[in-house]
């Protein structure tokens, strides 16, 4: 397990042993079954995970409907993130696809370590630069993107989530309806028919 | 040095100040030291900043004036933000990435801003820990927005969406040509029209 948490780390900076040991020490293993809800609006977000195995998606409700806006996987983070950072309840629901096992640090371990390690400020900071690009490319992405585009992109980039995720969660995910998502995806299995 | 430009800088200077000074507490020797990682840059009104295809090499925050950051698309320009002063502008994902930009910064009005380059800001960080403190602090304010206004965005009604803006931000709706507020709040131009007309009218409450 320290391998998986240095090569995330490492792709931030590089931590010595006592450092890597000292976030080890703080990090907590928690596993749930599938179909999971792991937070809830108005709760308040305690964790940042890293996804070791499984699937998670991050949803919120507009009305009655369902809008996703994180699909994670194995080796990417999860969380309220915002609720996290802030201690403020949460606006949105995870919950669990598959069963899921994640290393999770709490808030209170989160100020120990800025305490404990003087290079923490900077991880910390990398890590939540990460998150907030991501968030921009996602939204930016929604907007200059065509929907053909985004499915395409999509397609390209997480080829095991369109094996493992319920089809309705990536329509809604990508914010394309799900009778276009359907005919995106058969033109695609049409198509690769076709060269193969 | 002429008066003028003497006053410029020393507004300027002012700005970083109580910019940073949000976020962490420093006496006048450590802000001098700060400064001279920072500069001063001025722009014309409707002068481009950065634009698609070139690095992002600047944080900027505004100390005068008014800025937007656009994509240009086959569907027409869409304004992702209005910036003015003391708030931060830039190509974000170019300057961190170090990629080429795909948005566009330009001026509306004759502008100011007290930036630091991607390579000051390196040093700055590394040499001073309240830097590397601060700028935790800002990223996860500009998170935190971020993800409030994505949220409110989606909740709100467009009435809601105008109404909110306008109350909170009184002074954009005479500095911003309306076509650049009506796409940064994603409104269509004639229904943006149609509220503008109705607030004048009738004020915010009987919208």
Known sequence: ?196 | MSASKISRDHEAWTVLHKFVERYVHFNDAEFRAWQSFFEIRTFDKKQSVISVGEQEEYINIVVSGLARKYANLERGEVTMQIAPEGHMIHAEWSFHKRVPSSVIVETIEPTTFIAISHKNWQALLDKHPKAEHMSRLFVTEMFIIKDRRYYDMVQKSTREVFLDYIKSHPHMLQRVPQKYLASYLNIQPETFSRLKHLLKTSGTKSI
């Open chain 1, 1 to 196: 397990m320290e391998n998986a948490l240095r090569q995330l780390l490492d792709k931030y900076l590089v931590l010595s042993d006592e450092d890597l040991m000292l976030i080890n020490n703080q990090l907590e293993f928690r596993e749930f079954p599938r179909r999971t809800l792991i937070v809830r609006e108005g709760e308040t977000e305690n964790y940042l995970s890293f996804v070791v195995s499984g699937i998670l998606r991050k949803y919120f409700y507009k009305g009655r409907q369902e809008v996703i806006t994180q699909l994670a996987s194995e080796g990417t983070f999860i969380s309220s993130s915002v609720s996290f950072f802030s201690a403020m309840p949460s606006q949105y629901f995870i919950e669990t696809l598959e069963p899921v096992t994640l290393l999770s640090l709490s808030r209170e371990s989160l100020h120990k370590l800025y305490i404990q390690i003087p290079k923490m400020e900077k991880l910390a900071r990398l890590i939540i630069t990460d998150l907030y690009l991501q968030k921009e490319k996602w939204e930016q992405d929604a907007i200059t993107l065509s929907i053909k585009e985004r499915f395409s992109r999509f397609v390209d980039d997480y080829p095991e989530l369109l094996k493992r995720v319920p089809q309705k969660y990536i329509a809604s995910y990508l914010n394309i309806k799900p009778e276009t998502f359907s005919r995106l995806k058969h033109s695609l299995n049409h198509s690769t028919a076709v060269t193969a």
